[in-house]
């Protein structure tokens, strides 16, 4: 699995530059507060990285598996079942997933052809993270689907 390995590692690098711009766009909006001359895109642009961020953090977690899940009532069920139930949570995480995105792409094409009111981009840039957010969670699903851990995974 090198390809998702290095697909893993360029999601995280992808976070890590979002996060340090989500930063440096903060502390440039604070200075220039602070000196009395705001800088007006600042909050707009920051907005835009968080949910960029969000989604890649998203993809991330889904990747790892890492999203807070809670399994209490169905780890009391017999193993048949709780592969049923797990077969039913992991398909509905893969329509979940489906839905986000053309909901996403929707979004998109709605908001392209208007502008931010601080930055030269379309508003459609704030949704458009949403769409491989959810493509991914459909495939980390479907993949669970093929590839089923038990009740310790």
């Known amino acids: 699995m090198p390809m998702l390995a290095a697909f893993d590692r360029a999601l995280a690098l992808f976070g ?11 502390l440039a909006g604070v200075v220039t507060r602070a000196m009395d001359d ?26 790892k598996r890492a999203h807070v899940r809670i399994r209490f009532f169905q ?51 704030l949704y458009v993270p949403m769409i491989p957010a959810g493509l991914l969670m459909a495939v980390q699903a479907m993949g669970q689907l093929v590839r089923p851990g038990g009740k310790d995974a």
């Open 16 to 26: 890590a530059a979002l996060l340090t711009c989500l930063m440096a766009t903060v």
């Open 38 to 63: 705001p800088w007006g895109w600042t909050d707009e642009g920051a907005r835009f990285l968080m949910v960029w961020l969000a989604a890649t953090g998203w993809m991330l977690a889904s990747r």
């Open 75 to 125: 780890n009391l069920l017999p193993n048949a079942v709780w592969r049923g139930v797990e077969r039913v949570i992991q398909t509905a995480l893969v329509l979940l997933g489906l839905a986000i995105a053309w909901f996403a792409i929707t979004l998109v094409q709605r908001n392209a052809d208007l502008d931010a009111t601080s930055l030269p981009i379309s508003m459609a840039w």
